[in-house]
């Protein structure tokens, strides 16, 4: 008799081993219409998997996201399918799930145009209307890599060559087209449905080294009904309309050069800007006891290996030997730097919680193909900060921190917040004693903040476990933003010490804090949920005052430095260009106030005010505008 659990505890009996999708069947006939895929005692196993002895099993439908991610998957393969169907000779290479959607790519000579994308889609469609059957099969290594070399499947063979000995090779057949995979997947191509598209097509290093051939990888998504995917065309072309690349050009913020890969051209607006975030960013540290500092950007390597960085983060950092054969290292973080302020002098318990802050810059080495605007970047300015406790502290100012963040996140517009939970990884410094305090007391600390969470094992910091704050912009999409690290390790490798209640001498626990995580790609957050049209708190520049003629010149000029003067950001705009042109010039330049000035105006000392986005005209006093707006030219929480 087998025993099939299910997750209400209820058990089903079966005479003979059985199957997902038999197990479906027998308990309702919609669950096994729906079906997709089936979990054997917490592994996810394809629907015609074999059962034959006694397990716990869940059952996914695509309303669950192993189902979603499966029909993504699946719909990977299909992609390959058509692309070999349409254009013989073109080799697959890797064709994984990512974040909405798949990508696959191709080794193929002549690039794919926006026809070539159509007739692929038409193709996968006509796939999935064949309905073919998918089957697994478990080949011996070297039979996999004899097959694909002969098949001209070169790219193919060398990923099975990577397999380590004794690790089962598993070859999925849709119909007579297989491809290397683990899975798991769905029966059938006709599983898929047909509410997919494919969005765009970009270059790719194989293995993602620059030095390896260039291939071409084709992006697409698919979704489990017609209206998920057509809201989500929507939110793409809703997130290319905000792209803040287009928008930091249009505004004059920013740009790029190729001369300093990955590295920000800040113009006047846009470093006034970054300077708005910095100065408000010190007021609420220093509200909430910080000390702000700064640290060398360039220092020995010997910090480095005392910290572990050097070991763990080497292939990313920017290094230097100078003349007398002396290797420097520009900073990638500023935790070694930190850690030798606090160093100087003897610190006593009751110094602690001690508390330093620093808009440090830091350089990165990321892969060319992964820079992305001010996103991705290699060199950036982290809003960070330090906290050396007691571990009798360490949940109390996670909480501090942590309502801090919450608090700086919802002044910029953001009230939906996430935390993930991050723990040791594979490769870490440090004892598992050591680690197993600072897991227990993070998790404390996460789970009196009653906020939602999730746990992502093994993504922690080489040197302790982390919290990530996730916020969600205006069209629903995440940020993984602020960070939050426990570190019982890196103080005692940099000689970090306090005197203790009893006169002994003790090792300070230090967290890690980012609340922002990089200035630069908050900004380009912030840009792209605001869709540019920033608080006017926050706009780098505020007001623009606009004669309607040469002849209110002088009036324009003396509007324009009282309203300065009082501390609100402004300009007065006077080229030789009629009113309509200079409305519509700034509205593009997402200027929140355009001050008009005419005959009525300079009569009645006043300025007709139209704000972004609105056809509506209000009249004020200048001295009338001054008061309220000095009102509203503040964070909400100061």
């Known amino acids: 008799m087998l025993n099939i659990t299910l997750p209400d505890g209820n058990k089903l009996n079966f005479n003979k081993k059985v199957t997902g999708l038999e197990i479906a069947e027998k308990i309702s006939k919609s669950l096994s219409k729906n079906a997709l895929l089936i979990s054997i005692d917490g592994e996810i196993k394809d629907l015609n998997t074999v059962i034959e002895k ?36 073109t080799q697959v290479t890797i064709g ?61 063979a060398e990923i099975i060559q990577s397999i380590p000995e004794g690790e089962e090779v598993s070859i999925y057949f849709h119909g007579t087209w297989h491809d290397l995979c683990r899975g798991p997947h769905l029966s059938s191509t006709g599983k898929i449905g047909k509410y997919f598209k494919l969005t765009k097509v970009s270059g790719a290093y194989w293995r993602g080294d620059s030095n390896n051939e260039m291939l071409q990888r084709v992006y697409g998504t698919s979704w489990s009904n017609q209206k998920d995917l057509d809201d989500y065309l929507k939110r793409i072309e809703e997130a290319e309309k905000r792209d803040h690349r287009k928008l930091g050009k249009i505004m004059d913020l920013f740009h790029f050069r190729e001369e300093s890969p990955g590295a920000v051209f800040w113009h006047e607006k846009g470093w006034a800007l970054f300077q708005k975030l910095v100065s408000y960013m010190r007021h609420k540290q220093d509200q909430a006891d910080y000390k702000e500092i700064n640290t060398p950007e360039i220092l020995d390597r010997s910090i480095w290996e005392k910290s572990g960085h050097w070991e763990k983060f080497g292939a990313n950092m920017y290094t230097s030997e100078t003349p007398d054969q002396k290797i420097f290292a520009i900073k990638p973080m500023n935790c070694p730097g930190c850690v030798q302020v606090f160093n100087q002098g003897l610190k006593s318990y009751r110094d602690l919680p001690f508390k330093m802050s620093e808009f440090g810059k830091v350089h990165r080495y990321e892969p060319s193909g992964a820079l992305h605007g001010l996103l991705r970047v290699r060199a950036f300015t982290q809003d960070d900060a330090h906290i050396f406790c007691t571990e009798d502290q360490i949940t109390q100012e996670c909480l501090s921190v942590t309502n801090l963040i919450l608090e700086i996140y919802k002044d910029l517009g953001f009230e939906n917040v996430i935390l993930k939970y991050s723990d040791r990884p594979d490769i870490r410094v440090g004892n598992d004693t050591v680690w197993d305090k600072s897991e227990a007391a993070l998790m404390k600390a996460v789970e009196a903040s009653k906020l939602e969470y999730s746990i992502n094992k093994g993504e922690g910091a080489f040197y302790g476990p982390k919290i990530e704050f996730v916020l969600r912009d205006a069209i629903g999409r995440d940020w993984q933003c602020g960070t939050l690290q426990v570190d019982l390790n890196l103080p005692e490798r940099l000689g970090a010490s306090y005197v203790d209640k009893d006169g002994s001498k003790k090792i300070p626990v230090m967290l890690h804090r980012a609340l922002f995580g990089s200035l630069e790609r908050f900004i380009g957050i912030l840009i792209e949920n605001y869709s540019g049209k920033l608080p006017f708190w926050l706009s780098p520049l505020q007001s623009i005052v606009i004669p309607v003629s040469d002849d209110f010149n002088d009036y324009a000029l003396s509007v324009y430095k009282k309203i300065k003067n009082a501390g609100i950001s402004c300009e007065v705009d006077l080229k030789n260009h009629n009113l309509n042109y200079k409305i519509r010039e700034h509205s593009n330049a997402k200027i929140p106030m355009l001050l008009i000035c005419g005959k009525k105006e300079v009569d009645s000392n006043a300025v007709t005010i139209r704000k972004l986005d609105s056809n509506k005209q209000e009249n004020m006093l200048v001295d009338e505008f001054i008061t309220k707006y000095i009102a509203l030219n503040k964070a909400p929480s100061i």
């Open 54 to 89: 006694d397990c716990s099993i869940k059952i996914f439908t695509s309303k669950d996201k192993e189902g979603l991610e499966t029909i993504r998957h699946d719909t990977a393969h299909i992609l390959a399918m058509a692309v070999q169907e349409l254009f013989s000779g």
């Open 96 to 156: 994984p799930v990512i974040e909405d959607g798949f990508y696959y790519d191709f080794a193929r000579k002549e690039p794919f145009t926006e026809e070539d994308l159509n007739k692929i889609e038409n193709k996968m469609r006509e796939i999935v209307e064949r309905d073919e059957k998918t089957t697994r099969e478990v080949w011996p290594r070297q039979k996999a890599i004899d097959h694909f070399k002969k098949i001209g499947e070169t790219y193919k």
